[in-house]
């Protein structure tokens, strides 16, 4: 795990605020979508589900957000996984309750 940035030095990766903001965004859709996984079948929220959690991968660790951005970054794999038929919907939900809860702790420094 990496040392958590101080609100100071996320002021100076973010100064206008906007990623964190994404990140606000982020989450709530993240959560929208975790019935999805209730219906692992739903291949089409699974996508959704992919292709926001591989932006928020790439993107976070940019922001000073390092821990956010291996949570989102373990939850696109265990998707992959699900819509290749070898994954486990429990895990894939265990790495978005992860994410939550990390974007949870990033969202109360800003």
């Known amino acids: 795990m990496h040392k958590a940035p101080t609100a100071a030095e996320l002021a100076l990766l973010d100064p206008d ?4 903001e994404r990140l606000a965004g982020d989450r709530a859709a993240f959560a929208a979508l975790a019935a999805a996984l209730d ?14 959690a591989h932006r928020l991968g790439g993107a976070a660790g940019t922001f000073g957000y390092a821990e956010v951005g ?5 939850l696109e794999e265990s998707i992959i996984a699900l819509r290749e038929g070898e994954g486990d919907s429990g895990v894939a939900a265990g790495h978005l309750a992860v994410l939550l809860a990390t974007l949870d702790v990033a969202l109360r420094l800003k």
Do not use: H, R, S
């Not at 291996?70 to 373990?74: I, K, N, P, Q, V």
């Open 70 to 74: 291996e949570a989102a970054l373990d």
């Open 17 to 20: 605020g906007t990623f964190a």
């Open 39 to 52: 219906e692992a079948d739903d291949d089409g929220a699974l996508a959704d589900i992919q292709l926001l």
